[in-house]
């Protein structure tokens, strides 16, 4: 369990919904403990595809979940940035986001 995920109670909810039991389970602190609980075979994780696992990590693609969230690139106008800033901001405007589009 990530306590601090935007969709937690969400997504505790769909699972009790389906008769899963989610109140026996672990917090991890960040994305490294949970891979290396997953990598030892102590449960399951619903992840974002965006996750970057090992090749230890077996991921499925699950359906009829509807969790989404919004990332948002901010900047500040008006102020000069450096070369590799402006470079990045200009990468993530250009990138195909529709593979993510649910």
Known sequence: ??????HFVSLA??????DFTVDQAHEVPSEHDLE????QGLG???APRSVLFSD?????????????????LYGVAGRQRTPVANMIMKMLRA????R???
């Open 44 to 46: 399951i994780a619903f």
């Open 36 to 39: 290396v609980f997953l990598e």
């Open 95 to 98: 990138a195909d986001w529709s």
């Open 56 to 72: 230890c990590v077996k991921r499925v693609f699950v359906t009829g979940l509807d969790l989404q969230r919004t990332v948002s």
């Open 1 to 6: 369990m990530r306590t601090y995920c935007e």
């Open 13 to 18: 909810n769909v699972l009790r919904n389906q």
């Open 100 to 102: 993510y589009a649910i």
